[in-house]
């Protein structure tokens, strides 16, 4: 059990008080991105950020105690992955972190109604649905806060899945990352729409863990970053505040646009965006340039995630038919 786990779990039943436990928590879309860490065993950022998270859209998560297994059983979306697969060994080190070496295997079925190919569906919403899970498994009654600390131990971006709306990730000072948490900003904004523009169904490349650490080790602008991030934090936070959806749509998509140019400089180049990628900015641009208010933000992977408003959704859906449509705070605009 490392530090930051045993300090949470302190005075925190050690056996599970149930044979399985069920959660569910959505995805999240950053609006000012995560990109580098201080430290990467306890996934502490170099800066904070923003996201919205997606409402109804996300993962749902069974943790079950398994009997007499050899090792942990990962199933996602109906598919047993393989015992040697990447995401499945990080699970079982994640799951590591709460079981003593006696503890029994677990099984951790996982249901996303996001598609696959968002990049969305596994990583941030599995890891903030798993903790919830295993916190009722436990019974242990974490608030959100220590949830979204357990969370980013998962995944970085999967503390600020812990809430729904707009959810800012305090960077913190501590060492121990016990100040490095999610918290939900008390703004609605019930006209935002995001679309999903999926034009390749093509696993990443690169994880982000990996191309973020490559990016901080060699990109020669990765030390403006964190003032770029500053700057544009806290122009979002204004923008939600007064429902300016211009400046809120430029200033993410400038976000994503500078955190794509960072990986560019590295050496050597990471490019997430394909030709299609390419092709929709120019098409949101042109859209712009005719007057809609339309934005896109992209993380580790070549789709874009549009960003408009609820009164243009027949134009955006015009000249993107294609375009997977989700309502954050519920379809009331
Ligand atoms: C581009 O949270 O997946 O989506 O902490 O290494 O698991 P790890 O990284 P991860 O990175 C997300 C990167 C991003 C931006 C963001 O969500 O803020």
């Not at 170099?46 to 297994?69: C, F």
């Not at 070549?302 to 375009?323: C, H, I, R, S, Y």
Request: net charge neutral.
């Amino acid at each position: 059990m490392n530090n930051t786990v045993s300090k949470l779990l302190l005075g925190k039943k050690r056996e599970p008080q149930a044979l399985s436990a069920e959660s569910f928590a959505p995805a999240n879309i950053a609006l000012c991105k995560y990109w580098g860490k201080r430290d990467s065993a306890l996934n502490l950022p170099l800066t904070s950020s923003l996201s919205i998270s997606l409402g109804e859209k996300g993962a749902n998560t069974r943790i079950s105690v398994l009997d007499s297994a050899e090792s942990d059983v990962v199933i996602l979306n109906q598919e047993r992955l393989a015992e040697e697969s990447s995401f499945v060994k990080k699970l079982s080190a994640y799951l590591d972190l709460f079981r003593d070496v006696s503890d029994r295997f677990f099984q951790v079925e996982t249901t996303s109604n996001i598609p696959v190919a968002a990049g969305l569906a596994s990583s941030a919403c599995g890891f903030a649905a798993l903790i919830k899970a295993l916190d009722k498994l436990y019974a242990w009654e974490l608030d959100q806060k220590a949830l979204s600390i357990l969370a980013r131990l998962g995944s970085g971006s999967a503390c600020r899945s812990l809430w729904n709306g707009f959810v800012e990730w305090d960077r913190g000072q501590c060492m121990d990352g016990l100040d490095s948490h999610g918290y939900p900003l008390e703004v609605q904004w019930p006209e935002l729409r995001i679309g999903l523009l999926i034009f390749e169904p093509l696993p990443k490349k690169i994880s982000s863990r990996m191309a973020m650490e490559h990016t901080v080790q060699t990109s020669p602008f990765y030390k403006i970053w964190p003032i770029v991030v500053e700057e544009d934090l806290l122009k979002l936070k204004r923008a939600i505040k007064a429902h300016d959806f211009e400046t809120f749509g430029s200033v993410a998509e400038a976000n994503a646009l500078k955190m794509h140019a960072l990986m560019m400089t590295a050496k050597t180049p990471i490019v997430y965006g394909s030709p299609k990628t390419l092709e929709a900015q120019h098409r949101i641009w042109d859209c712009r340039h005719q007057g809609l208010a339309v934005y896109f933000t992209q993380d580790a992977g070549p789709n874009l995630k549009l960003l408009f408003l609820a009164k243009d959704l027949d134009t955006v859906k015009q000249g993107f038919p294609e375009l997977e449509v989700i309502a954050p705070f519920g379809e009331s605009a």
